[in-house]
Each structure stands twice: as structure tokens, then as C-alpha cells.
């Protein structure tokens, strides 16, 4: 079975300074790897995926991840984050013929002005 | 708008009630899932649906019971309720059964609190 873990349970960050949100996962066969964002008592949106091609993937807002597959890491960054983008973001991963999500506990980023 | 939507938002019930949670999706996919949101936001899988037939069944009390009555409905009911049972209940729907290629779409939640 797959496993997501992501180190941070909460960043605090400036506004403008960048940040890293940390994920590694553990998986048998190849997998399938998401990040979404959960603003304030809201749904969960899809941020970006990795399903293969380019390690490299980016969002509509500036957000980006690095699929790591000798260290199983997806770790999202965005180099200056706005007071908008405080929120909880999720690590999700799937294999690649799966159904099932599998979640990392959350990391809650706060922005401060 | 096309979307996924559950009701009702908030849900405030006594110990022992029984209680529903409906889910409909108008996106025309063909799997749908609950999800459990504790209170320290940890995410897990309750069930999953696709055309109607029950294809994940996660390690869930038997009060809870899933209904799908078509592809685009699936309603989540809840017998003796506990106080454990409160969190925030996600309903999510996929294009596809290997929904890792595509992930889920998710409703709002619904926050079962029970007294």
C-alpha cells in the first residue's frame, strides 16, 4: 500500500518570501502524485498533478513541485506567496491504476504580512 | 454550474440519532467517494462508487451505510450516531475509475457535529 507523509504541519512565511512545502510518499509500483489546496472552510482543489513527463510541474498561480523519484519526494514551492495563498495544502498520491487517493496529513500554511 | 454539491453544510445532532448526507455530482463521472476529515485535517477514505457498485470499502463501522442510487448520486447514512463521528465529511467524484490520472473533484464538506 502507498504511504504519504509530509514533514511540516504548519509554515509560517512572509509575505513575498518563498516557500517549500515537503512531501515524500512510499510505494511498491509507480504512482501518480497530486497537490491540493484547502482554503478556509472550503472544499479541497487540485493544485497540480504529476502523472509523468517532465519531473517539473506548475499551477496557474506560481506554484510548482518536483517529482524526486530516487528520494520519493513531491515537494511544492513557490518562490513569493501572497496573504491569499494561506491555506491547507495536501499531498496526495494514487498508483497508477488505482482508484483510491491516499493523503499526507496537511501542512497549514500561514502568510504574514 | 457543474460541480459537486452536498448537503446539508452543517449538520448538528444528538448522540444516537440517525442522519443522512447527500451527494450529487452533474460532471457525468463515473466514480464517487466519501472521505472523512478529522479534526487535525487528516484525510481518509470511507467508500467508493463507480456506476453504482460499491468498489472500496475502507475500515468503517457498519452504521455507516453508502447508497448510490444512480451513477450521479451518492448519499452517505449514518446510524447511532458518535461523538467520534463528528469531523468534516468530503464527498469527491472521478472521470474514471483509475482516477489517478485525472484526481477527484471535491464538494464543499459537510461538518457533522455530534452533541
Known amino acids: 500500500a502507498q504511504s504519504v507523509t509530509q514533514l511540516d504541519s504548519q509554515v509560517p512565511v512572509f509575505e513575498e518570501a518563498p516557500v517549500e512545502l515537503r512531501c515524500n510518499y512510499s510505494?511498491?509500483?509507480?504512482?501518480?502524485l497530486f497537490w491540493y489546496v484547502q482554503y478556509p472552510n472550503q472544499g479541497l482543489q487540485l493544485l497540480l498533478k504529476?502523472?509523468?513527463?517532465?519531473?517539473l510541474v506548475e499551477s496557474i498561480n506560481g506554484f510548482e513541485a518536483e517529482f524526486n523519484k530516487s528520494q520519493t519526494s513531491f515537494h511544492l514551492r513557490k518562490p513569493s506567496v501572497h496573504i491569499s495563498d494561506t491555506a491547507e495544502y495536501f499531498c496526495?498520491?494514487?498508483?497508477?491504476?488505482?482508484?483510491?487517493?491516499?493523503f499526507g496529513g496537511g501542512t497549514r500554511v500561514l502568510v504574514k504580512p | 454550474d457543474t460541480a459537486v454539491s452536498q448537503t446539508p453544510k452543517y449538520l448538528v445532532t444528538q448522540m444516537g440519532n440517525d442522519k443522512s448526507i447527500k451527494c450529487e455530482q452533474n460532471?457525468?463521472?463515473?466514480?464517487m467517494y466519501w472521505y472523512k476529515q478529522d479534526s487535525k485535517k487528516f484525510l481518509k477514505i470511507m467508500f467508493s462508487?463507480?456506476?453504482?457498485?460499491?468498489?472500496i470499502n475502507e475500515t468503517v463501522p457498519n452504521r455507516f451505510s453508502p447508497k448510490s442510487p444512480d451513477k450521479a448520486h451518492l448519499n452517505l447514512h449514518i446510524n447511532s450516531l458518535e461523538l467520534g463521528d463528528s469531523a468534516v465529511y468530503f464527498c469527491?467524484?472521478?472521470?474514471?475509475?483509475?482516477?489517478?490520472?485525472?484526481?477527484?473533484?471535491f464538494g464543499s464538506g459537510t461538518r457533522l457535529t455530534v452533541v
Open positions: 469527491a467524484s472521478s472521470q474514471e475509475v483509475a482516477a489517478g490520472s485525472y484526481g477527484y473533484t
Open positions: 462508487y463507480n456506476n453504482k457498485e460499491l468498489i
Open positions: 504529476y502523472l509523468s513527463g517532465s519531473t
Open positions: 496526495a498520491v494514487s498508483v497508477a491504476a488505482g482508484n483510491k487517493l491516499t
Open positions: 510505494s511498491s509500483v509507480s504512482v501518480y
Open positions: 460532471l457525468g463521472h463515473d466514480t
